[in-house]
């Protein structure tokens, strides 16, 4: 093969990697140019997302404030579903109003009854919140609150820490006190009546395919509505059925029996006194010559005699110094 023939094929050869090359580095700038795209695609995606993310967020919070926080925490955990559906469980139901509320919405200007009820209704629900009542709805004034659903400690520490909760609201009404006429001008403080039952109850998602509403629903529910409305103000009644649960918990008075209206049986129903808390249990009698500390709950036989035996010396000494006198 002559020079030139091997020159020509050098040559063409030499074109042949030249055009390779411009080959690969067109491709490699075509693959830069779609992993910019994708990954400004991905960044936008990723941006978009976080938007909507952060927007459900905002839309989560706002939506929890019309749910009690044990159904919210339910449905977006995804163990309740939104269908019409319902179960029978036992349940304590709490229901409270304002005495008197009507005649307190006459004096007032829609703006300051806002402000008293917003103000009421936020420490009241507060206070539920803390004992793991769910909030059931505000009805004007009147609280629902219901214990044993979603969840529930049992039939006796459920009905307990109903009471504990209304005991409390009792409590701060008392410490509020001064309050309402300081701010909102009243003449009388607010006052509230309490009334507590429990029961077999329905509940679940009551309404239709396009709004629902969680609520419970039953013969003790009414029971619990009828025992408040003819509590006294300031005062907590229970029914028969929540004394036998919390009786060794709570110092309760027996006050008789009741006809309430749409209740066809007379109902024997009781006044919350206060809780069985380690000081109400001990009886103490403390006088400059005399004290005496006892637990009402755990004295015994043994402790009775004890208690006789001091009697019995005290009596003896007291027996010898009137003789010494009299001599």
């Known amino acids: 093969m002559s ?13 042949k990697e030249n055009s390779k090359l411009k080959l690969e580095a067109n491709l490699r700038r075509s693959l830069s140019t779609q992993l910019e795209k994708q990954k400004k695609i991905a960044d936008e995606a990723k941006q978009e997302a976080q938007e909507k993310t952060a927007e459900l967020e905002v839309l989560s919070s706002k939506l929890s404030r019309y749910l009690s926080p044990q ?7 995804g163990n309740q579903d939104a269908n019409v559906t319902s179960q029978r469980k036992k349940l304590t139901v709490f229901f409270s109003d304002i ?24 420490e009241m629900s507060t206070i539920a919140l803390k004992y ?41 009404m008392q410490e509020l006190t001064n309050f309402w006429g300081k701010t909102f001008s009243l003449k009388s403080a607010l006052s509230i009546r309490i009334g507590i039952n429990t029961g077999f109850c329905t509940v679940g998602n009551f ?42 918990l709570f110092a309760l008075e027996e006050v008789g029996e009741i006809k309430l209206k749409g209740i066809s049986r007379p109902v024997k129903y009781y006044e919350v006194i206060s809780e069985q808390t380690e000081e109400a249990e001990r009886l103490i009698i403390d006088t400059s010559h005399l004290k005496i500390e006892l637990n009402q709950t755990s004295f015994g036989k043994e402790d009775l005699l004890n208690l006789e035996n001091v009697y019995l010396k005290m009596k003896h000494i007291m027996n010898e110094a009137e003789n010494s006198t009299d001599k």
């Open 3 to 15: 020079d030139i023939e091997l020159t020509a094929e050098a040559f063409a050869q030499l074109k």
């Open 71 to 77: 159904i919210y925490e339910q449905i977006f955990s």
């Open 99 to 122: 005495v008197g509320f009507t005649d307190i919405t006459e004096h007032l200007e829609s703006e300051e009854l806002t402000s008293l009820i917003n103000f009421y209704l936020t």
């Open 132 to 172: 793991g009542g769910t909030i059931d709805k505000y009805i004007g004034d009147a609280i629902l609150i219901f214990f044993g659903d979603p969840e529930s400690k049992g039939y006796a520490e459920d009905a307990a820490s109903c009471l504990k909760m209304a005991i409390e609201m009792q409590q701060k």
């Open 207 to 248: 309404g239709s395919e396009n709004r629902l509403d969680y609520t419970v629903i039953g013969s003790p529910v009414n029971l619990a509505s009828r025992l408040e409305s003819s509590a006294q103000p300031n005062k907590i009644i229970v029914s028969e059925e929540t004394y036998l649960l919390v009786r060794d």
